[in-house]
């Protein structure tokens, strides 16, 4: 079974511009969970979409949004780029539903703002 | 003060030692916990999945859960050099849906 894809691995913008990442989870995985990696803060949580619906977000400004399409695949899309956006940027897949699950990450997409 | 603490290391052993990795938290609420491994630049590879208190065992990996003192540990048997990389604990709550909560990360290195 193919993992969680994340494209693109790479992106370089300038600080003012917007950017959308993608998340394809793994088959049979209907929700989505987006994370943020810096050095300074590691690993904090931006939201989560199941069934094309937000169930749960994050401490992060209206800048940072996200949707999700009926085949489970997930976008997130943050606009007025800052400087410190530069991270790396995980989604993380799992089955969803009632009850807590096992989640998967993908390889990221690493965002560098300049 | 951070809902989980985790000691970032660096922590560096010899080939074939024990190597105890450990994260404490205050959010009592917290039932599910996780260990990842993160080599560079990759994304974190789920090690470990326990839910309460109690032990988990799986291969060379030991994970225990003591709720009564918000103290979680991942022991790793017979390290090699491909186990060099940083362990993240991560911690949920029912109340919480899928959103996990991520110590810093402690880097461990084992020399060969």
């Known amino acids: 079974k193919a993992g969680v894809t994340q494209t693109p691995r790479y992106l370089i913008k300038t600080r003012g511009q917007q950017v959308t990442l993608s998340c394809s989870p793994i088959s049979g995985h209907r929700s989505v969970s987006w994370y943020q990696q810096t050095p300074g803060q590691g690993l904090q949580f931006l939201f989560e979409?199941?069934?094309?619906?937000?169930?749960n977000k994050g401490n992060f400004p209206g800048r940072f949004s996200g949707r999700q399409f009926s085949n489970s695949r997930s976008e997130m899309n943050v606009s007025t780029l800052e400087l410190g956006d530069s991270a790396l940027y995980l989604c993380a897949s799992s089955l969803g539903g009632a009850g807590h699950y096992e989640q998967y990450f993908g390889p990221g997409t690493r965002l560098t703002v300049t | 003060q951070k809902e989980v603490e985790q000691d970032p290391g660096p922590l560096s052993v010899p080939e074939g030692a024990i190597v105890s990795l450990n994260c404490t938290y205050s959010n009592s609420a917290f039932q599910y916990f996780m260990w990842y491994r993160q080599y560079s630049r990759k994304g974190p590879e789920l090690l470990m999945y326990?839910?309460?208190?109690g032990n988990k065992e799986d291969g060379r990996f030991t994970a225990q859960v003591d709720k009564s003192s918000k103290y979680i540990s991942l022991f790793i048997r017979d390290s090699q050099p491909s186990d060099s990389a940083t362990y993240l604990c991560a911690m949920s709550a029912l109340e919480y849906g899928n959103k996990l909560v991520f110590g810093a990360g402690t880097i461990l290195r084992v020399k060969s």
């Open positions: 979409y199941f069934s094309e619906t937000q169930r």
């Open positions: 326990t839910y309460s208190s």
